[in-house]
């Protein structure tokens, strides 16, 4: 039986470009639709499937990155390669933002667009099948987090359904709150060893002592207070996969342990004789750029590469703005439960022009304390206290240093004073939420406001 030709829609307002591109893609064995507006492009993405995108950069109605961020946010993967007359490095940032497999520069050749065409079926192909497998391990562990729209994650969960097939050590890579964890355990979940133990272990904050104490346990009095032996998360992980985060807050000393640990799958316990020797699987991850820290040497080259054996890297949220749908939506759906509220699209518009140095945890935080503090069916900006909004909270006014300087020579009352109408203030005067934020009830904010009204 025949394989089914793959269908393209060709978005470009100028008749002979977009003639030219559909015979190309029609040579190449693709069905073609065309338009020449984003509006009509848009409408038809709603309603049809398409494998390949090919869209002009400069369209009637809007650009066409705009078009293509407009589609991403319908929850549509469907490759697109972007076509520009005016090459820079924005519009290549751009259009590899929005989840763009490719763009191409006018003039060109047959050969590049068919390559490159044949290249975006064929990768999501890939992802496709590799997501049938992400989407099954959602279903048994809802696990919402494992979920994306960005091209670069895709790649890095296909990647990591390979590194599941085997045993070799991970390192994951990515800024704090990116869900490292959560990958890690997609892993295992996804491997051989997903019947056994996975234990995790965040390496920060540890002395010596006790990290080695944590992970390779002690005997019976090996120190004062060892009344009993003690097995390390190493033996508890025998069989299974051993995590371990921030790696790099690992002392010189201990990285040495590690690595012996590693090369040799044997380690003593503190006060022991006997070596002892178990299966463990390591996924080690680190919010610092390793290879950075290797070069500095503040980290061991040789644990470096016995760790990097497969690579994965997860990028912030704010390199990823198409997720921040993704998972706004499922944090809604899991605080708001059966009551979940909508987002207004004022608020979407906050959600989208914040940084979000925190990633999704603090994409997390932000969802849980609006579904908590909103009033109503929706959640409007004001409920979406960023880890920016609560800081300036913290700080009152957010004065500068010298009405800081100021402030501190006013009395407790009169500082209590401006708190709360400060607090009031970036609540749009609702009292139910600023009592919230202030830890008291609504009755004693409307009380002081009173208070102040007759002072005044």
Known sequence: MANKRKCALVVD???????????????????????????EAYRRVEQEDFDLLVIDRKLPDTDGTRLLQQIRRLGVAT???LITAYPSVDTAA???????????????????????????????????????LWETLNEKYNWQHVLSRNVKVQETYIMATKAARGNAPVLIQGETGTGKEYLARAIHYLGERAEQAMVALNCGGFPDELLENELFGHEKGAFTSANTAKIGLCEIADGGTLFLDEITHMSSA??????????????????????????????????????????????RDDLYYRLNVIPLSLPPLRQRPEDIEVFTEHFVRQFGGEASKQISQEAWEKLHSHNWPGNLRE??????????????????PKYLLTETDLTRLEKGTGSNHEQERKSSLLTLEEMERQHILAVLDACDGDTETAAEILGISPSTVRRRLKNYKETD
Do not use: H
């Open 13 to 39: 307002d100028d008749p002979g470009m977009q003639d030219l591109v559909v015979s190309i893609l029609e040579e190449g064995d693709f069905e073609c639709q065309a338009t020449d507006t984003a509006t």
């Open 79 to 81: 490759p697109a390669i």
């Open 94 to 132: 751009d259009a590899l933002r929005w989840g763009a497999y490719d763009y191409l520069v006018k003039p060109f050749n047959a050969g590049e667009l068919l390559e490159k065409a044949q290249g975006a079926v064929s990768k999501q192909a890939l992802v496709d099948a590799n997501l049938y």
């Open 254 to 299: 201990m990285q040495v342990k590690l690595l012996r640990f590693v090369e040799d799958q044997s380690f003593m316990r503190l006060g022991g004789t006997k070596p002892i020797t178990v299966d463990v699987r390591i996924i080690a991850a680190s919010n610092q750029p390793v290879e950075e820290m290797v070069a500095s040497g503040q980290f």
């Open 363 to 380: 994409l997390r935080n932000a969802i849980q304390r609006a579904i908590v503090l909103s009033v109503g069916d929706s959640i409007k």
